[in-house]
Each structure stands twice: as structure tokens, then as C-alpha cells.
């Protein structure tokens, strides 16, 4: 204890220090410290500390990026079969303008 009462904040030189960080192992004021999962740490530590590992973000990521393009794949296939299907199923008159010749009123 006799070693932090004679630190002063490693950000803020004027003042003194009232904790360690566990993980740059430097002094803090009050304000420059703050509590994380029952310790106390700096704003440098706790941001690494809540960034999830880059191989981690990396693999979510690839994942991410193949499922989208299967879904895109997947569903411009479906848009691509049902216009086929709906091209299919109109009657060959229509496409051959003879559907426009006849006079539907004048049948008997």
C-alpha cells in the first residue's frame, strides 16, 4: 500500500493514483479507471478486454459473407424459375399475336 500512496495517475500527472490496472499494470486516478467483472481497469484494458480476437470476428465474418451469397443464389434462382414457370403457362397464341385477332364477342 505504501507504494501507490507516493504514485500519481499515469494519465493525469498532478493527481494521485488510487489504483493498479491489472493488465498494463500502470496508476490511475478515480476518473481514469473504471470497474469490469469485479476488477478495476483502465479504458485502454477494458476496450482490449471487449474486443473480441481478430481470428474470432475473422471467422464470423467468412461465414457471413457465404451465407448471404447462398441466400442471394438461392433466391434469384427462385425468382428465375417462377418468371420461367409464369412464361410457360401463358398459352402459345399470346406469344404469337394471333390471341389479338380474335374477336372474343363475335364466338357463338
Avoid: K
Avoid at 17 to 28: D, E, L
Avoid at 64 to 81: D, E, K, M, P
Amino acid at each position: 500500500m505504501a507504494e501507490l500512496v507516493q504514485q500519481r495517475c499515469f494519465n493525469h500527472g498532478f493527481r494521485e493514483a488510487v489504483a493498479r490496472c491489472p493488465g498494463c499494470r500502470r496508476y490511475f486516478c478515480r476518473e481514469c479507471v473504471t470497474e469490469h467483472g469485479g476488477r478495476v481497469m483502465c479504458a485502454v484494458c477494458l476496450r482490449q478486454a471487449e474486443r473480441p480476437s481478430s481470428l474470432a470476428r475473422r471467422g464470423l465474418a467468412g461465414v457471413g459473407w457465404v451465407a448471404r451469397g447462398l441466400l442471394g443464389l438461392v433466391l434469384s434462382w427462385f425468382f428465375f424459375y417462377l418468371v420461367g414457370d409464369i412464361l410457360l403457362s401463358v398459352p402459345s397464341a399470346w406469344h404469337e399475336g394471333s390471341v389479338w385477332r380474335v374477336r372474343w364477342f363475335d364466338s357463338p
